[in-house]
């Protein structure tokens, strides 16, 4: 059974830092490209960052692009994402998800129940 | 960037009602949209992926239909499980990969 567990969500003050993890079981890690989908409270859901299972190529939306890196350990089945100069835009339920590809196929087959970040002073 | 608008924003219906929920592109996104389902404090679920085709474990009552700009996701027969929201998203032009702003069916 696929699970995905995030973790490292919490409250920070705007311009802070924050590092999120996604502890995955139930497939070979390293065979699927990943994604992070965040949700606002209240609000819809946005698509954040992937990085592919192949050649650990990353890709960023514009409102986090270059605050935010994305990273895997495939010997650990875990994915992270580095997360600077938080704004108060940042706050949101933070997914995990899993594509079904090794390649991205932006399609997001399995989600984590999601860890929530707070970006407040 | 491709942007997906979902209509209509709240669909109020009962136990048994046929639900049709449109979502429509900027531009074209061939076959290469999926729809989730989200309930009330639960991570979105894959429902149908290629536009047409049911993931794994979804009932036969959802069905996914659509090309180009203009997709439609029906629910046969909606069963109290099935009242929740529902979002689009394409993979055609990334990145972004891009949501719609989600439909809520609602008991009526």
């Known amino acids: 059974e696929v699970q995905l567990l995030e973790s490292g969500g919490g409250l920070v003050q705007p311009g802070g830092s924050l590092r999120l993890s996604c502890a995955a079981s139930g497939f070979t890690f390293g065979d699927y490209a990943m994604s992070w989908v965040r949700q606002a409270p209240g609000k819809g859901l946005e698509w954040v960052s992937t990085i592919t299972g192949s050649d650990g190529s990353s890709y960023y939306a514009d409102s986090v692009k270059g605050r935010f890196t994305i990273s895997r350990d495939n010997s650990k089945s875990t994915l992270f994402l580095q997360m600077i100069r938080l704004t108060v835009d940042d706050t949101a339920l933070y997914y995990c998800a899993k594509d079904p590809r090794r390649t991205a196929a932006g399609t997001f087959d399995y989600w984590g129940q999601g860890t929530l970040v707070t970006v407040s002073s | 960037e491709i942007v997906l608008k979902q209509s209509p924003a709240t669909l109020s219906l009962s136990p048994g009602e046929r639900a049709t929920l449109s979502c429509r592109a900027s531009?074209?996104?061939?076959?290469?949209l999926a729809w989730y389902q989200q309930k009330p404090g639960q991570a979105p679920r894959l429902l149908i992926y290629a536009a047409t085709n049911r993931a794994t474990g979804v009932p036969a009552r959802f069905s996914g239909s659509g090309f180009g700009t203009d997709f439609t996701l029906t629910i046969s027969s909606l069963e109290p499980e099935d009242f929740a929201v529902y979002y689009c998203?394409?993979?055609?032009?990334?990145?972004?990969?891009?949501f719609g702003g989600g439909t809520k069916v609602e008991i009526k």
């Open positions: 998203q394409q993979r055609s032009s990334w990145p972004p990969f891009t």
């Open positions: 531009q074209s996104v061939s076959s290469y």
